[in-house]
């Protein structure tokens, strides 16, 4: 039987991962990670299936990867706080960056860390950037190179000053580059192919045990350059429903629960865990097509409808009532979270049914006998696309509320539910021409950069990224001057004048912000509110300040 | 060539090209499906379109339609399932990996379900219009009507402080000799297990006892009860063996969920198995695992009705003439 042992975790977890792998069965040592070993256990319902940094695209394995390899700063809300640099410095137009490294670094197979392993690093990204790194490498795209002249310099020259420099390198992890230069050889194909289940770690923990959508467990890394850390071990278990992972925390079978479904807050709290619930960066929207390819309800293109609908949604009564409180209205694409990026002046239109009415009225769409309206011939009745997997019981609810007011205003809207994939299609198709699509309701999760949510209604973006066609030349101009802004005064006056084309034209309506709810049981010190979440891929801070009571 | 023989060779056939249809058809239907695998990847900070089009050349989905079935043909003949889009590990491994945790858990739940059903069927057959039978039919109805879904959280929200409720194996358990890992394991299995057992034992518990009844009734039952035979020998051994064809024909259905497993327990136990694997896949639109799943599913269920066939010849050989 498992029996519970303090102290000598990591002789025993070693010995008994290579136990494991060999199928002995001949050693009778036991021991188990729990928090009486000072090791943290988060649930998450976000699952992890490859530890490959280039191919992942799945945020927790991305959190645990940062806990894994070494970056040369580790995000502060909009800041950057030193990591493998400890200092860093640029030229005047903020071309040139150089970084001093620090010494003493160690990979876990006991080779050297050094300046070296980062210039290699941004090499291989930009040489395989159309290819096997496209996933990470789009962030530096306008890198042009990186060298280390010695093992304790770090200089990186960009083709043109690039907004928040700092922060798009801070975003990379950095690799021994003894273990993946063969990779990055040739096509770099390999780079992709290459499962990385045993990885070569140069970061405040190691690997001690990985199985895809069901564990990563780690335990603190000798050698690492920065000051230890005080949990023994960290350990990221997958659930696929919430409802056993919920009752794990309950029975103190996990510490840290993220997220926390709003349903089960009661219930944990009356078991003594403490939840927070704190603005986060996620929205929920209404996106629009805007192209001219849909040639059937050409009127939602005409942005007094927008703006009339934008009236008819009671945003307060879908964060209260379909999210249980843990939303708040919303208004701009770039969240009030993520601080001076967030134009105040951009505020959600106030639920208003009577002025829906009117600009719906002014604008000619006349409403019949039949208290329904008509627009170009036909009834006002849209479909709204929702893709059920991810909006999950929430979305369908506030898209419920939504339809009852509408009805008030003479529009029907009938929900069309299905998986992701299938309402990305639905969106964009067929073939991303846009000709059938007009609403639908997704969201995004933002970064507190506004760079790539800004990206995301950019034309270059149709056929990408893009889920609305939106097209305005004025709007990209602006987008390509706020990517070379380095001064944060003047770009932030451009991101405050893009926010209001959006809000202006309403390719998207954001309806509610919701907010993070993560739960944790008492005996750790150190929880700290993130507005990414805990799970965090753009800095270990999150695990790194978690502290055992004992 | 004898009758046997040509019989055999013939279900041989059909098995083969059962074999081909489904992996020719689970290649086609699949890429039928709205969505691509590479839309959801795609949509990340670093997306664009260039990436996606980086990310179709990788999969190889910027060939054409035939192109892919050619390639994937030519891997299947060298054995290759080809690589899982998400995982990027080989979908042989991963299929084989699932199938490992889902079979033990299934085989339980199911010999669980039949072991019950049947003696609780052939029970209330015996005590027909009784308050036992009553009782039996009434329970093995309402369980079998509730939803599996239901079934599992009622569990967990009973037993998840003395049974774990996810997972395969304690993932944060370093127990090194054999005896705790199957200890472990075996916990593990009990609630998914028995949730599999008591959506399933309702349909046994109400198939055995019309068997059975209908069985009650004939000549050879009446002479053994006229005879004065205990009870327990005239059930076991006149009356069940004649009803057990429609038994043995749902436990032959049942194999599908053995290797199939299921993805409603599998997902409210977080259970690593072969049903959670094609649920994900179609998903994610992860086509090589959801191919390669469905093949191994394919195949092993063809197999096991190839082996009934030739059971079936054995017990009544009028059936290859």
């Known amino acids: ?550 | 060539m004898s009758t046997r023989t040509s019989y055999l060779a013939g279900k041989v056939r059909v098995a083969a090209f059962g074999v081909f249809a489904t992996l020719t058809l689970n290649f086609f239907l699949f890429r039928v499906l709205p969505g691509d695998a590479v839309s959801s990847m795609a949509r990340v900070p670093d997306g664009s379109v260039e990436l996606k089009e980086a990310l179709m050349r990788q999969f190889g989905l910027d060939k054409s339609l035939w192109g892919q079935y050619l390639d994937y043909l030519a891997q299947l003949a060298q054995g290759n399932m080809g690589v899982s889009y998400a995982s990027l590990r080989p979908v042989t491994g991963e299929v084989l990996a699932a199938l490992g945790n889902t079979v033990p858990m299934t085989l339980l739940g199911i010999a669980l379900a039949i072991l019950v059903g049947t003696t609780t069927g052939v029970v209330a057959a015996w005590r027909h219009d009784t308050l036992v039978d009553s009782i039996i039919s009434n329970v093995a109805t309402v369980i079998y009507s509730a939803p599996t879904q239901w079934i599992a959280i009622m569990l967990i929200l009973a037993m998840a402080q003395y049974l774990p409720v996810s997972g395969a194996s304690d993932p944060f358990a370093f127990a090194a000799d054999a005896w705790s890992v199957a200890i472990d394991r075996l916990k593990h299995m009990i609630l998914p297990s028995l949730t599999l057992a008591l959506a399933t034992f309702g349909q046994y518990t109400l198939v055995t006892r019309s068997a059975v009844l209908a069985t009650l009734g004939d000549d050879h039952v009446a002479a053994a009860k006229a005879i004065g035979f205990p009870v327990r020998r005239i059930l076991t051994g006149y009356a069940l063996p004649n009803a057990l064809i429609p038994i043995v024909t749902l436990g032959a259905l049942s194999a599908g969920t053995v290797v199939g497993g299921s993805v409603v327990v599998e997902t409210v136990f977080s259970w690593p198995g072969i049903g959670r694997a094609m649920y994900d896949s179609i998903i994610q639109r992860d086509f090589p695992m959801l191919q390669g799943a469905l093949l191994v599913v394919t195949v092993a269920v063809i197999l096991i009705n190839l082996a009934a066939d030739i059971v079936n010849m054995k017990l009544d050989p009028r059936i290859v003439e």
């Open chain 1, 1 to 550: 039987m498992t029996r519970h042992i303090r102290g000598n975790f990591i002789g025993t977890a070693i010995a008994a991962v290579a136990a494991l792998g060999l199928g002995m069965a001949a050693q009778t040592s036991s021991a188990k990670a729990d928090a009486a070993n000072g090791v943290l256990r988060v649930g998450t319902t976000f699952s992890c299936s490859s530890l490959n940094p280039y191919t992942t695209t799945q945020s927790s394995c991305l959190a645990a990867l940062r806990l894994m390899y070494p970056s040369l700063g580790q995000a502060s809300g909009t800041d950057v706080e030193p990591d493998l640099a400890e200092s860093w410095t640029s030229n005047a137009d903020a071309t040139v960056w150089t970084f001093k490294i620090r010494s003493g670094g160690k990979w876990s197979d006991g080779q050297p860390l050094t300046a070296k392993d980062a210039a290699f690093t941004i090499d291989m990204l930009l040489k395989h950037i159309e290819g096997s790194t496209a996933r990470r490498a789009r962030s530096i795209s306008t890198v042009e190179k990186a060298e280390a002249p010695d093992e304790s310099t770090l200089v990186v020259t960009f083709k043109q000053p690039t907004a928040n420099a700092l922060g798009r390198l801070a975003q990379l992890l950095i690799m021994p580059e003894h273990v993946w230069a063969p990779l990055s050889e040739g096509d770099g194909a390999k780079i992709a192919s290459f499962a990385n289940d045993q990885p070569v770690a140069g970061g405040p923990f190691k690997l001690a045990r990985f199985v895809a959508d069901q564990i990563i467990l780690m335990q603190p890394m000798d050698g690492y350059f920065g000051a230890a850390p005080a949990l023994k071990g960290v350990g990221i278990q997958f659930f696929t429903d919430s409802t056993a992972m919920v009752q794990a925390l309950i029975n103190k079978q996990l510490d840290i629960v993220t997220p926390l479904p709003a349903t089960s807050v009661d219930a944990v709290r009356k078991a003594g865990v403490e939840v927070a619930n704190y603005p986060g960066l996620r929205f929920h929207s209404w996106l629009f097509n805007s192209s001219e390819n849909q040639k059937k309800f050409p009127e939602i293109r005409d942005v007094k409808l927008r703006e009339a609908f934008a009236h008819a949604i009671d945003r307060k009564k879908i964060a209260e009532v379909a999210y249980l409180g843990f939303a708040t209205p919303g208004d701009s694409m770039v969240p009030k979270v993520t601080g001076q990026w967030s134009n105040p002046n951009v505020v959600g239109e106030t639920f208003d049914l009577d002025l829906a009415n009117k600009i719906l009225d002014d604008a000619g769409y006349a409403k019949g006998a039949d208290g329904w309206r008509t627009a170009n011939g036909h009834r006002m009745s849209y479909h709204v696309l929702i893709p059920a997997n991810v909006e999950g019981a929430e979305g369908l609810r506030a898209l419920e509320i939504a339809t009852a007011d509408f009805k008030k205003i003479g529009v029907e809207l009938i929900a069309e539910q299905s998986d992701n994939a299938t309402v990305a299609a639905a969106i964009t198709g067929p073939d991303n021409t846009f000709a059938d699509a007009t609403i639908a309701q997704w969201g995004w999760i933002p970064q507190m950069d506004p760079d790539f949510i800004l990206s995301v209604v950019l034309c270059s973006q149709i056929g990408g990224l893009s889920e609305t066609a939106y097209c305005n030349k004025d709007y990209d101009d602006l987008y390509a001057a706020q990517a070379k802004e380095v001064d944060p005064e003047k770009r932030k006056a451009i991101v405050w004048k893009m926010q209001e084309i959006l809000q202006r034209d309403r390719p998207y309506i954001v309806t509610v912000q919701q907010n993070n709810v993560e739960a944790h049981v008492p005996g750790w010190s150190g929880f700290t509110e993130n507005p990414i979440g805990f799970l965090d891929y753009t800095s270990n801070q999150t695990f790194m300040s978690m502290k055992p009571a004992n």
